[in-house]
């Protein structure tokens, strides 16, 4: 038995951001580093306090640079 999927269907995987030409994937990130740059470290400072904003900021970008430099799945060293 095959398990061939319907003609005209895509393969499930990511959905929105995968559709978007080459290239663009990436200004989006920025766009979204650059939202919460002048967005969300004001909005934590006034809600948590200047030790809070700057901690609250490097837990972030600690997970941003972590997620952008980990190892992908299946790349050759």
């Given amino acids: 038995m095959t398990t061939a999927r319907p003609a005209g269907r895509k ?35 006034a809600l948590f306090g200047e030790i809070g904003a700057i901690m609250l900021g490097c837990l972030l970008a600690g997970f941003a640079l972590g997620r952008a430099t980990a190892p992908r799945k299946g790349a050759r060293r």
């Fill in 11 to 45: 393969p499930a995987g990511r959905a929105g951001v995968a559709g978007l030409p080459p290239g663009w994937r990436r200004w989006l990130w920025i766009g979204l580093i650059v939202l919460a740059v002048t967005i969300g470290l004001p909005v934590a400072h």
